[in-house]
């Protein structure tokens, strides 16, 4: 900004009150990005949004702090993370400019260190098939050896750390599915990728458990999972570091998990503060009875009420006891010692998990914590943590349409406009089957990647209302035969989704079919 406007606004300051320059500004900085910036979003300050020169400078100002502002940012990543001053200066500029921008930030930095992974250097061999045998067994993967993430959990010990960190869209590895013919241009791998996912929130594996709320459908996010705080042991340590691994992967590549975490686990995943409050939407039986324990005003309102209670508590993982003190199962609570086991208990709530957690992280932010100890952690919140390890839940269909490519088909004819409204008649898990018969993935691939497209192409038949619609999940593509009506085309589709949604149109039998690769 020139000289000339400094001084002049400068000038404008000194004759009003400076107090409605710095809300101004303030407020410009909040909403700076808006496309409906209103003269009512500044209701009490009326008078000086009145000057359109005031208003004018004010903005050109706003950006320039900002601008300022990503500079400092950027300047105090060069310093270590032990740096307190530089700590405080970033956590303070953080809260001055928008989520978009300190994505953007950690996105830059984080891309100063990836590295090219020639997967095809690498082949890992997976047996879906033995998986699938050991599914219908209905059973607990006691061995860790059965379930897709055990076998590709046991074939990549040690394999380099530093290529999980890889550019968008890499792969870490090529994988032969045995006994099977399909060859992986990514649609196998994608697969994968999501059958791992499936497996983590299972029966057949114990990493993960259902939150108490989603165990009793009860409360809020019913639908949620956490890690076992019973799973210990070395193997399952590994297990879990191995998990913070692929999420660094699927931060640095855009090759997201379908995981349905608890927003809890993001927060401690980057050491934020969990407030007791959120408590509820985890597990809401325990938190209510905290709240009532709490309100409990005389001794006897509390024996008519509690006159059996233990210092010990029962764990999310197994339901078994867990003592609060040493020997809890043999000390009573009393009114006197209720404040004591109040807060026991609240710690444990808070903290249940935190053993499991803290591997995951250090699987995750181990390797960047070891790049010139930079202070990634500060720039996202545990939203961002979210979105970059399990993409967006819900599929963009705007997204979709604007990343869709046409074959032999206009997209303004009448079987492409039929398809879309398909897609927006489908329920959400339907859209997310459709995008798993088309890709092999249960979520959209990251915004970031550029080799993201979806492809409709036509699937010329003489009688198409005869035949299915064709996926080829490594291409990301959708052959259609061009259906007379609106409702075969949607017939066909969900029954397609509903029927096919693996890799089943690339499966031809090879030698070896069968077989348990170990």
């Not at 961002?384 to 979709?400: A, H, V």
Request: glycine share 4%.
């Amino acid at each position: 900004m020139q000289g000339k406007n400094y001084e002049n606004l400068a000038n404008i300051a000194g004759k009003s009150n400076k107090y409605y320059l710095f809300e101004i500004i303030k407020k410009l900085l909040d909403l700076r990005n808006s496309t409906n910036i209103k003269n009512s979003d500044f209701a009490n300050l009326d008078l000086y949004v009145k000057n359109p020169t005031f208003y004018s400078l004010a903005f050109s100002l706003s950006n320039f702090i900002n601008f300022q502002i990503l500079k400092i940012l950027s300047l105090s990543l060069q310093f270590p993370s032990t740096n307190n001053l530089f700590n405080k200066v970033l956590e303070s500029s953080l809260k001055l400019i928008t989520s978009q921008e300190r994505k953007e930030i950690f996105l830059k930095n984080l891309e100063k260190n990836k590295i090219s992974v020639n997967f095809e250097d690498e082949e890992i061999s997976i047996s879906r098939i033995k998986a699938n045998v050991f599914y219908k067994k209905n059973i607990l993967d006691r061995d860790l050896q059965y379930t897709v993430f055990s076998q590709l959990f046991r074939k990549t010990r040690g394999y380099p750390l530093k290529n999980y960190l890889c550019k968008i869209n890499n792969r870490l590895f090529k994988i032969r599915l045995i006994g099977e013919g399909a060859t992986d241009f990514s649609g196998v791998y994608n697969e994968v990728i999501s059958i791992i996912s499936f497996e983590l929130e299972s029966k057949y594996l114990d990493l993960f458990i259902k939150t108490p709320n989603n165990k009793n459908e009860i409360g809020a996010l019913r639908d949620k999972f956490m890690p076992n705080p019973r799973a210990m042991g070395k193997m399952k340590n590994d297990m879990y570091y191995f998990l913070g691994n692929l999420m660094l992967h699927s931060i640095s590549s855009g090759n997201v998990l379908n995981l349905n975490l608890h927003p809890i686990f993001y927060k401690k995943l980057l050491n934020k503060e969990v407030d007791f409050s959120e408590i509820e939407t985890l597990d809401k039986l325990s938190y209510k009875f905290i709240n009532n324990l709490e309100n409990i005003k005389t001794e006897e309102e509390f024996n008519n009420l509690h006159d059996d209670l233990y210092f010990v508590v029962h764990s999310s993982g197994d339901d078994s006891l867990v003592d609060l003190v040493e020997n809890g199962q043999n000390k009573k609570v009393t009114f006197q010692n209720l404040p004591e086991y109040i807060n026991l208990y609240k710690k444990f709530l808070l903290t249940e998990y935190d053993n499991q957690i803290s591997i995951i992280h250090s699987g995750l932010f181990g390797l960047l914590s070891k790049l010139a100890q930079k202070n990634f952690m500060f720039l996202i919140t545990p939203q961002d943590l979210e979105e970059f390890i399990t993409g967006e839940p819900k599929l963009d269909l705007q997204l979709l349409r604007e990343k869709t490519i046409y074959d032999s088909y206009e997209p303004n004819s009448k079987l492409i406009q039929d398809f879309w409204k398909v897609l927006e008649s489908f329920t959400e898990e339907e859209r997310s089957l459709y995008l798993k018969f088309v890709s092999g993935r249960s979520r959209l691939p990251d915004a970031r990647s550029i080799n993201f497209f979806h492809k409709i192409q036509k699937l010329n038949k003489r009688n198409p209302d005869d035949y299915m619609p064709v996926s080829t999940t490594c291409y990301f593509t959708i052959s259609l035969p061009n259906y007379s009506s609106y409702e075969i085309l949607r017939d066909k589709l969900r029954y397609a989704i509903h029927n096919c949604n693996s890799i089943d149109a690339d499966f031809v039998p090879v030698e070896g079919a069968g077989e348990f690769d170990e």
